[in-house]
Each structure stands twice: as C-alpha cells, then as structure tokens.
T-cell receptor, first 110, second 114 residues
Framework: GQQLNQSPQSMFIQEGEDVSMNCTSS?????WLWYKQDPGEGPVLLIA?????ELTSNGRLTAQFGITRKDSFLNISASIPSDVGIYFC??????????FGKGNQVVVIP | EAGVVQSPRYKIIEKKQPVAFWCNPI?????LYWYRQNLGQGPELLIR????????DSQLPKDRFSAERLKGVDSTLKIQPAELGDSAVYLC????????????FGAGSRLTVL
C-alpha cells in the first residue's frame, strides 16, 4: 500500500498560536484530504484538495496540495482548545483508494 | 440528516468467539467502506462496496473476516473466530456518487479481544 508520512507524532502548542503539519510520500496522489478525529469518534473531513498547487481555506484552516502531488500541508491559525485532536492526512490513488497517514496528535495548552 | 450509524459501539469478547458489526450509511450514499483502525494508526481499508457489489476486498483477511451488503444499503462485518490481534476500532464510512473521495465516517465499533 501507499505510505504517507506525518510528523511529528505529537505537537503541544499554546492557545492562540498557529500550527502547521505536513504529509509526505514517495507516491503521487490525485486528491489530498485532511481529517480530524476526536476521542471515541470517527474522522471528520476538514478540507479536500483536488488539484496540484491548490490552496484552500476553511475558517482558521488552510491546506495546500503540493506541486509534486507527493505532499500536502495543513495550517491552523490562532489555535483554540477545541482544536485538540488527531489530524490525519489521506491521499487518493489508483482505483479510488484512500491511504491514511498515522496522524498528528495536537494538544492545545490554555 | 442522520450520519453513518454503527453498532455496537463497544464489544468485548474472548478469542475464538465470533463477532459482528453493523453499519447503516447515509441515505443515498451508494459506496460503503469498512476500515480498521489500530491504536495509534490511521484507518486501513478492509472492503469497499459499490451498491451491493464488493469492488475492493483485496485487504480483507478472508480466512476469518466476511462482509455483506445484501440490499445495497446497510452492511455487516463479521469476524469468526476472533484473534487477539483483531482488537481495533472498526470504522464504517460512506460516500455519494458525486463526492467519491469525500468519505463520511461513523463513530466506529471498538473491539477488544481477550
């Protein structure tokens, strides 16, 4: 299967700070998706990116589809306590398959 | 609009016992997915249905796992017999024909095998 690398595994940030996370792979993807998962819940879609170079915002979230189609980043501006959770990147490839990264755990310190 | 509904939310069984999970996708979503999520990992696809047809089951361990979606709506995933390594969260997701890459997930069924 396709490997997506997310690092660091955990991030501790002060409330109000911005945080960036990225997702890289040696494989090319047709679509990049960013999901957030809260404890005991399923992942919830945050942003979908469909074209190389595309930059998309959703409120305080901004994500970009890398030009090489092998990476994507997600930025959260002015973090708030409810931003706590695990953020997963996912890349669509082949016959409509999705590969997920291992996730970034974000902790917001009040 | 109701989301993807899964049951049970939690299940604890002893190894070698059978277990089944049920999923009702969002109305009108013809594509249904079963994913397994191990602790500290991202979801991994087990099987994908287009209506009642399993179009991608290459990652389903067919010796002990089975799934069905007889009428193209709700679906069940069964494990028989369960092994210790099957402990995980089993996530169901669905997507509509117009939004093929936008999966909506259920809350998951957490399985613990003792």
């Amino acid at each position: 299967g396709q490997q997506l690398n997310q690092s660091p595994q955990s991030m501790f940030i002060q409330e109000g700070e911005d945080v960036s996370m990225n997702c890289t792979s040696s494989s090319i993807f047709n679509t990049w998706l960013w999901y957030k998962q809260d404890p005991g819940e399923g992942p919830v879609l945050l942003i979908a990116l469909y074209k190389a170079g595309e930059l998309t915002s959703n409120g305080r979230l901004t994500a970009q589809f890398g030009i090489t189609r092998k990476d994507s980043f997600l930025n959260i501006s002015a973090s708030i306590p409810s931003d706590v959770g695990i953020y997963f990147c996912a890349g669509q490839y082949g016959n409509n398959r999705l590969a997920f990264g291992k996730g970034n755990q974000v902790v917001v310190i009040p | 609009e109701a989301g993807v509904v899964q049951s049970p939310r939690y299940k604890i069984i002893e190894k070698k016992q059978p277990v089944a999970f049920w999923c009702n996708p969002i109305s009108g979503h013809n594509t249904l997915y079963w994913y397994r999520q191990n602790l500290g990992q991202g979801p991994e696809l087990l099987i994908r249905y287009e209506n009642e047809e399993a179009v991608d089951d290459s990652q389903l361990p067919k010796d002990r796992f089975s799934a069905e979606r007889l009428k193209g709506v709700d679906s069940t995933l069964k494990i028989q017999p369960a092994e210790l390594g099957d402990s995980a969260v089993y996530l169901c997701a669905s997507s509509s024909p117009s939004g093929a890459n936008v999966l909506t997930f259920g809350a998951g069924s957490r399985l613990t095998v003792l």
